[in-house]
């Protein structure tokens, strides 16, 4: 526990004009980003007493090492900066809202030459116009259904389409009315365009427009005695008011605004917004948030709004932003929101009417996600603390491994041998640290000597990032065990949220370029294998634990715990211990430790196939300095086949369009020093494949 005394800035150092500042702990690791409009009062609160400080503060300033900040000029650069912080280090004592699911929007791709209608996911691209978010995919589905009578949009994949352009056929949208099928012709680029704005620009709201167009229309249809256009004039009308309906009507002035509310206690806060447009609910959301820093309602509707609006701009920040409490400074957030949205934004509390009472509706829709979150969550936090307990305790540790490490060995028969490492924080996955090796000490079947090698390089790495941020003076020397480093800090292996708080699960990563990437300045950003854990787990029995303790020692690294979790009778082996741990059955402690094993030998097995997948579909023209995808695809396509490419000559292949003749000359000099593949062989017939039939490996 550091002593926030040591780092106190000297009187008279810090300035009083407006500012962002950063805590960073004793890694280097931003652990908390604040702004202030007077950043010398604002700095010297957290300085004062601790007793007189609130409890998370006062955890913050101890684990804490050193403080810095940056002057601005106005509050609302303050704001601004202090969000693209806390986005881009991840602070671990900030609020941090996290949806428990991925929103569904309506999404028109008018950034593509025939706008496509369809549900998406995720980050917002750029060109597409968004509407939502609903609650279920299959709410859109029926709107759009309801919608294509009117506005046949297109809505099918880039394949089908190109394949429809080819074939001259529509697909079955096309034929019963539901897409003007562009892909065929049978309208313009431009005309298509002009549906997909009108499709846009009746689910703005603009809806009364066309509902009274199409009455029109069917009224001269049905003068002109044309009454079967006249029907279907009157089901389009229909159809348009039947997905108007899908939306209530809450605000009767056609309101434009976003509706937030918050529910806590003292642990956790939830959130949920309501998005009004055009007097009608286009779309809800939620959040739940730990309060893993002192902070008040204001606090709370402050850090939804960055969240909300931090990467929106033009019409998806709405004319009026309504919140049970008003931020510390909102006139600064009142300009950061009209300075993105390029026109005034009002935020304010609503105070009677309609939408004083939609408020209420909002709030008990917080106070029952707040509920509902921690009836799911109670029985779960619960069983992983009593899982990480029982696993110090089986191993004598000191404390709970708040951060494990799970190590496991892919092969297939001594080919493309690979590693994987896991990583476990507060006994939930944490995917973004997960790492993938490849094995280059030897070839061959070892998984003994492939862990120790696994488990050297990952704990080297440790080791210079230590040596790099200056937290370990020493410096090893040329040959022999490593000095150890200092104990660990309070704060060890935790890079993640405090015990108990929520962990994000990004997608998994690629490969780790851990031997080709050059060391970064600190900067306080996650760096790979920077931070250690309390307890390496090794997918394996008595040797493999044995050769990951070794590769320990020869580090000098002491402070961390090993074991070894044995598939055979699932038997926890210890490095100086005969005989194995034995967890009964029904532990939580054994049920997490297979986990995080199977995990780990989930994420190895799958690089394992995708690596000997990309050896098999190898080619001699990967060779080929400067051959891309597409001129390999144009050679492939021009001579059908992989082996009649091999005996084209050099001005055969100079035929192919965009092969010149020093590329061609490259192609031929790769395909004469490569060495032919074995034929593929049907194994139900018995018969040999050649690849004159279509085959593209070698």
């Known amino acids: 526990m550091a002593d926030p005394s040591s780092y106190r800035p000297k009187p008279g150092q810090i300035p009083d004009s407006p500012g962002v500042y950063k805590f960073r702990d004793e890694h280097r690791r931003v652990i908390y980003v604040g702004k202030a409009k007077n950043l010398r009062q604002r700095l010297a609160n957290y300085f004062q007493d601790l007793a007189g400080l609130h409890p998370r503060t006062r955890t913050m300033v101890t684990t804490a090492a050193s403080v810095e900040w940056t002057v601005v000029s106005t509050e609302v650069e303050a704001l601004q900066l202090e969000y693209t912080w806390i986005k881009e280090f991840?602070?671990?004592?900030?609020?941090?809202?996290?949806?428990?699911?991925?929103?569904?929007?309506?999404?028109?791709?008018?950034?593509?030459?025939?706008?496509?209608?369809?549900?998406?996911?995720?980050?917002?691209?750029?060109?597409?116009?968004?509407?939502?978010?609903?609650?279920?995919?299959?709410?859109?589905?029926?709107t759009v259904d309801l919608m294509l009578r009117v506005f046949p949009v297109r809505t099918c994949s880039a394949g089908v389409f190109k394949n429809a352009e080819r074939t001259g056929r529509p697909c079955l949208l096309g034929y019963i009315g539901k897409c003007s099928a562009p892909c065929v012709g049978r309208v313009t680029p431009d005309e298509h365009r002009d549906l997909a704005e009108d499709f846009c620009d009746f689910m703005a709201g603009r809806t009364g427009t066309y509902i009274r167009r199409l009455e029109q229309e069917m009224t001269r249809a049905a003068e002109d005695m044309e009454y079967e256009r006249a029907a279907r004039l009157r089901d389009d009308a229909g159809a348009l008011k039947r997905a108007m309906e899908k939306s209530a009507v809450v605000l009767a002035d056609a309101t434009d605004a976003d509706l937030i509310a918050v529910a806590e206690d003292e642990l956790e806060a939830a959130v949920q917004i309501f998005h009004v447009r055009g007097g009608r609910i286009r779309g809800q959301r939620g959040w739940v948030t730990d309060k893993v820093e002192a902070v008040d309602t204001a606090g709370l509707v402050e850090h939804a709004l960055q969240q909300l609006y931090g990467e929106e701009s033009g019409d998806s920040v709405p004319k009026e932003v309504l919140v049970p409490a008003l931020p510390e400074d909102p006139e600064a957030v009142s300009q950061w929101l009209a300075d993105r949205r390029g026109s005034q934004v009002s935020l304010r509390i609503p105070q009677r009417g309609d939408k004083?009472?939609?408020?209420?509706?909002?709030?008990?829709?917080?106070?029952?996600?707040?509920?509902?979150?921690?009836?799911?969550?109670?029985?779960?936090?619960?069983?992983?603390?009593?899982?990480?307990?029982?696993?110090?305790?089986?191993?004598?540790?000191?404390?709970?491994?708040?951060?494990?490490?799970?190590?496991?060995?892919?092969?297939?028969?001594?080919?493309?041998?690979?590693?994987?490492?896991?990583?476990?924080?507060?006994?939930?996955?944490?995917?973004?640290?997960?790492?993938?090796?490849?094995?280059?000490?030897?070839?061959?079947?070892?998984?003994?000597?492939?862990?120790?090698?696994?488990?050297g390089r990952r704990f080297k790495r440790y080791l210079q990032e230590k040596e790099r941020t200056g937290e370990w003076d020493e410096t090893p020397a040329p040959s022999g065990p490593v000095p150890a480093p200092g104990g660990p800090g309070p704060a060890l292996g935790e890079p993640g949220p405090a015990p108990g708080g929520l962990v994000p699960t990004p997608a998994e990563p690629g490969p780790a370029p851990e031997a080709r990437e050059e060391p970064r300045e600190d900067d306080g950003r996650p760096k790979r294998f920077a931070y250690p854990p309390q307890l390496v787990v090794v997918d394996g029995g008595r040797p493999q634990v044995a050769a990951a303790k070794r590769a320990l020692d020869e580090l000098g690294i002491d402070d961390i715990a090993v074991c070894g979790l044995a598939k055979r009778l699932e038997e926890v082996w210890l490095p100086d211990d005969d005989d194995p741990v034995v967890l009964p059955r029904s532990s939580e402690g054994l049920y997490l430790l297979q986990r995080i094993r199977d995990e780990a030998h989930r994420f190895a097995i799958t690089y394992q196939r995708a690596k000997r997948a990309k050896r098999i579909r190898s080619s001699p023209l990967d060779a080929v300095a400067g051959l891309g995808d597409t001129r390999k695809q144009a050679l492939i396509k021009h001579f059908g086949s992989v082996k009649r490419l091999r005996q084209a000559t050099i001005d055969e292949i100079c035929e192919v369009p965009g092969i010149g003749r020093r590329t061609a000359e490259s192609v031929a000099a790769a395909f004469a020093t490569a060495t032919p593949a074995a034929p593929a062989v049907n194994t139900a017939t018995g018969e040999i494949i050649e690849e004159d039939d279509g085959g593209s490996t070698t």
């Not at 671990?92 to 369809?118: C, G, H, I, M, W």
């Not at 998406?120 to 589905?141: C, E, L």
């Open 90 to 142: 991840d602070p671990r004592f900030n609020v941090k809202y996290r949806d428990d699911k991925s929103y569904p929007y309506l999404a028109v791709t008018l950034n593509e030459e025939f706008p496509r209608v369809q549900v998406m996911r995720g980050a917002k691209r750029k060109g597409v116009r968004y509407f939502g978010p609903y609650g279920h995919a299959w709410a859109i589905r029926e």
């Open 356 to 455: 004083k009472d939609l408020m209420g509706t909002v709030q008990r829709n917080a106070q029952q996600a707040l509920g509902l979150h921690k009836t799911k969550r109670a029985s779960d936090l619960t069983t992983r603390s009593r899982a990480l307990e029982e696993i110090a305790e089986a191993l004598g540790l000191d404390t709970a491994p708040l951060r494990v490490e799970c190590f496991d060995i892919s092969h297939l028969q001594g080919d493309d041998v690979v590693a994987s490492m896991v990583v476990f924080e507060d006994g939930l996955a944490r995917k973004s640290e997960y790492r993938r090796f490849q094995i280059k000490g030897f070839e061959g079947q070892d998984d003994v000597r492939s862990m120790h090698e696994v488990i």
